[in-house]
């Protein structure tokens, strides 16, 4: 009873002080928004194919491939707006790459083959990565190749049925009698 009685008056400090101190809060929440919203800025377009390729390659000199897969990827949600999410190799914050990303991630990684400086275990390890993504890309590519045929499919049959009917419109103003 008495453990319940200083949790509860533990807690009730813990809400006083932490009413008062919301507006220091929300500034420091603010700075720290702004500080990252302006080192993703400054990092340019390819940094997380960059950051993905140092993880991978650090990962590989170490491990095989299945155990620096399974320490590496944190999710695969499959979807365009993040295909998996990456552990970055110093904070082992998630990193999410969306379909681009990844993409570019896979091109890296097929470049840093072709360079081949890695020995031959460190070299199979970055390949069968970037066969995994593909495996993750793949499915997502061929679906958006057949969604663009759909639509085109879809816009010519349209096209096909409004140039029906003005044809028809036609035909029926030029039988319909003139006044």
Same mark, same amino acid.
């Given at each position: 009873?008495?453990?319940? $009685?200083? /949790?509860?008056?533990? %807690?009730? &400090? ?8 919301? *507006?220091?809060?929300? =500034? ?19 940094? $997380?194919? /960059?950051?993905?390729? %140092?993880? &991978? ?8 491939? *299945?155990?620096?897969? =399974? ?21 082992? /914050? ?86």
């Amino acid at each position: 009873m008495g453990a319940i $009685l200083r /949790a509860g008056s533990i %807690a009730g &400090i813990l809400l006083t002080a932490g009413c008062h101190s919301g *507006e220091r809060r929300s =500034s420091l929440l603010e700075g720290l928004t702004s500080a990252a919203q302006t080192k993703a800025s400054n990092l340019g377009p390819n940094h $997380l194919a /960059a950051e993905g390729l %140092a993880t &991978i390659t650090a990962a590989c000199e170490k491990q095989t491939f *299945e155990n620096a897969r =399974s320490g590496l990827i944190v999710s695969q949600t499959g979807l365009h707006e993040d295909v998996f999410a990456l552990r970055d190799r110093r904070s082992y /914050a998630s990193i999410a790459f969306s379909m681009d990303d990844a993409l570019k991630l896979e091109e890296v990684l097929r470049n840093q083959l072709k360079e081949n400086k890695q020995p031959w275990e460190q070299s199979e390890c970055v390949q069968q990565f970037e066969g995994y993504l593909e495996t993750l890309t793949d499915p997502l590519v061929e679906q958006d190749k057949l969604a663009k045929e759909l639509d085109a499919s879809a816009f010519k049959d349209s096209n096909k049925e409004a140039q029906e009917e003005l044809r028809r419109e036609k035909e029926t103003e030029a039988l319909a009698p003139k006044k």
